[in-house]
C-alpha cells in the first residue's frame, strides 16, 4: 500500500502543481490585459495633448514642433482641395433645380422632372441652330466658322 500511497502523492502534487500553474496563467493575462488597456488610454490621453498643443500653437509654433505643424497644414490643405473636388463631382451629378442625385444618361429629373441637357448635347444643339449657308452670297459654311471664306461677311450666330 506504500507504493500507491506514494503514487498518489505525486498525483496530487502534479495537479496542484498544474492548478497553480493555471491559476498563474490565468492572473498574468489579466494583468497583461490591464497593461494593454492603460497604454492605449495613455496612447489617446498623448494625441488629446497633441491636439490641444497643435490648436494652440499652430498660428505661432512652437520651435520644437514648427515642422510637424506645417506638415498638418500641408495635409488639411490637401483634404480640403479633396473635399472641392468631391463637392465639384456631386454638384455635376445633382439636378440643378431640385439638387436630387441623377445619372448621366437621365434626361429628366426623377425628382422634380427638370429636362436635363448634358453639355454635349447643349453644344450639338448650338451647331445645329447655326446657319448652314452664308445670309450673303449662300455659300456653304462649317459649325465653328465665324466669317464666310467666300464674300467674308460676318455669320450670324
Known amino acids: 500500500m506504500a507504493f500507491l500511497d506514494g503514487v498518489k502523492g505525486k498525483i496530487s502534487k502534479a495537479g496542484y502543481s498544474t492548478m497553480q500553474k493555471a491559476k498563474d496563467l490565468s ?3 489579466k494583468l497583461n490585459m490591464v497593461i494593454s488597456e492603460s497604454e492605449t488610454k495613455i496612447n489617446e490621453i498623448y494625441s488629446e495633448i497633441g491636439y490641444k498643443v497643435y490648436c494652440a500653437y499652430r498660428e505661432n509654433p512652437l520651435e520644437e ?12 490643405e490637401a483634404m480640403e482641395a479633396c473635399k472641392l473636388q468631391i463637392q465639384a463631382i456631386n454638384a455635376m451629378n445633382s439636378c440643378p433645380r431640385c439638387g436630387a442625385k441623377i445619372k448621366p444618361e437621365m434626361m429628366f429629373c426623377s425628382s422634380c422632372g427638370m429636362k436635363l441637357q448634358s453639355e454635349e448635347q447643349e453644344t450639338v444643339e ?7 449657308f452664308c445670309s450673303e452670297c449662300g455659300a456653304p459654311l462649317e459649325p465653328d466658322m465665324k466669317f464666310c471664306t467666300v464674300c467674308g461677311h460676318k455669320v450670324d450666330e
Open 65 to 76: 514642433v514648427k515642422e510637424e505643424i506645417g506638415q498638418i497644414r500641408e495635409l488639411e
Open 126 to 132: 448650338e451647331e445645329q441652330e447655326r446657319p448652314a
Open 27 to 29: 492572473e498574468i493575462t
